[in-house]
T-cell receptor
Framework: DAGITQSPRHKVTETGTPVTLRCHQT?????MYWYRQDPGHGLRLIHY???????DKGEVSDGYSVSRSKTEDFLLTLESATSSQTSVYFC???????????FGQGTRLTVV | QKEVEQNSGPLSVPEGAIASLNCTYS??????FFWYRQYSGKSPELIMS????GDKEDGRFTAQLNKASQYVSLLIRDSQPSDSATYLC???????????FGQGTRLTINP
């Protein structure tokens, strides 16, 4: 397995609370991605990063923010969690543009 | 919106037969194409990549790319029950440096 660790693996939180998910890599890869996966929607890109402090929005970025202050860490923050953000969140990394990405184990987030 | 389309299935194939999975994409400048396999409750696993027109074979898997028609396919020969999974097609959006996924096709291999 590629050296990717997501934390936490499971989380239950209340509506309106802030939540931060962490993705940590040991591969020194340039590109990092956050996806969410929901039944009937496949994998949808939330945000991605192409270097330290370089990030951009994906197709479902509303309600989410990210930060990347070090090559190895990419944080996803839900500023005020809503029930629609209940999902499985995957982090992925890629070393070179145009090559495939490798995924972490996923975080199952439930907002009640 | 650049899109990647797959038939969500389920696709049911008898053991030992060839499973054929298809994917179309809308962005003509895409250069890199990938197939991922995802078992229930697990993360996606990269199984094939293809960059030029034609076929690429790896064991029982063959990826086919036709850029003129904007489709990618995955053939699985001698299908096994362990091949039962959801298969995700992904296309590299080179302009924006991101990977766009289709919805996935759920494949079931029947013993």
């Amino acid at each position: 397995d590629a050296g990717i660790t997501q934390s936490p693996r499971h989380k239950v939180t209340e509506t309106g609370t802030p939540v931060t998910l962490r993705c940590h890599q040991t591969e020194n890869h340039r590109y990092m991605y956050w996806y969410r996966q929901d039944p009937g929607h496949g994998l949808r890109l939330i945000h991605y990063s192409y270097g330290v402090k370089d990030t951009d929005k994906g197709e479902v970025s509303d309600g989410y923010s990210v930060s990347r202050s070090k090559t190895e860490d990419f944080l996803l923050t839900l500023e005020s969690a809503t029930s629609s953000q209940t999902s499985v969140y995957f982090c992925a990394i890629s070393g070179t543009q145009g090559l495939g990405a490798f995924f972490g184990q996923g975080t199952r987030l439930t907002v009640v | 919106q650049k899109e990647v389309e797959q038939n969500s299935g389920p696709l049911s194939v008898p053991e030992g037969a060839i499973a054929s999975l298809n994917c179309t994409y809308s962005d003509r400048v895409s250069q890199s194409f990938f197939w991922y396999r995802q078992y229930s409750g697990k993360s996606p696993e990269l199984i094939m990549s293809i960059y030029s027109n034609g076929d690429k074979e790896d064991g029982r898997f063959t990826a086919q790319l036709n850029k003129a028609s904007q489709y990618v396919s995955l053939l699985i020969r001698d299908s096994q029950p362990s091949d039962s999974a959801t298969y995700l097609c992904a296309v590299n959006d080179q302009g924006a440096q991101k990977l766009v996924f289709g919805q996935g096709t759920r494949l079931t291999i029947n013993p």
